[in-house]
C-alpha cells in the first residue's frame, strides 16, 4: 500500500512561487510513475506533469506549465517536488499527487494553490 502526502500549498500573489512536495509511503516507491494533476473549481482534474522511475519527465501538453513549473523526484526520501515559478491566477486548484504502477493507482489528499493579489 502506498500513502501519498502532498504539501507546500497556500495563498501566493501573481508572479510568486511555490514549491509542493508529495511524501510516500511504501518501499517501492522508486518504481512508481509520480505525478502532480491539478482541478480548478468547476473543472475536471487535468494532468500537469509526471516524472518515471527512471526520471523521465513529461509535462501537460499546452503552453501553461511549460517553462515555468519543474518536476523532480528524490527516491531516497520517497518524494516527488513541482516547483511552480511566475505562478498565475489560472494556476489557482487543488493540487494532486498520484503514483501508479501497472494496475496500481494511489493518490493524495490535495493541497490548494490560490493565485491571487
Known amino acids: 500500500q502506498v500513502r501519498l502526502v502532498e504539501s507546500g500549498g497556500g495563498l501566493v500573489q501573481p508572479g510568486g512561487s511555490l514549491r509542493l512536495s508529495c511524501a510516500a509511503s511504501?518501499?517501492?516507491?522508486?518504481?512508481?510513475?509520480m505525478g502532480w494533476y491539478r482541478q480548478a473549481p468547476g473543472k475536471q482534474r487535468e494532468l500537469v506533469a509526471f516524472?518515471?522511475?527512471?526520471?523521465?519527465?513529461?509535462?501537460a501538453d499546452s503552453d501553461s506549465v511549460k517553462g515555468r513549473f519543474t518536476i523532480s523526484r528524490r527516491n531516497q526520501l520517497n518524494s516527488v517536488v513541482l516547483q511552480m515559478n511566475s505562478l498565475k491566477p489560472e494556476d489557482t486548484a487543488v493540487y494532486y499527487c498520484?503514483?501508479?504502477?501497472?494496475?496500481?493507482?494511489?493518490w493524495g489528499q490535495g493541497t490548494l494553490v490560490t493565485v491571487s493579489e
Open positions: 511504501g518501499s517501492i516507491f522508486s518504481s512508481y510513475t
Open positions: 498520484r503514483a501508479w504502477l501497472g494496475q496500481f493507482e494511489h
Open positions: 516524472i518515471t522511475s527512471g526520471g523521465r519527465t513529461n509535462y
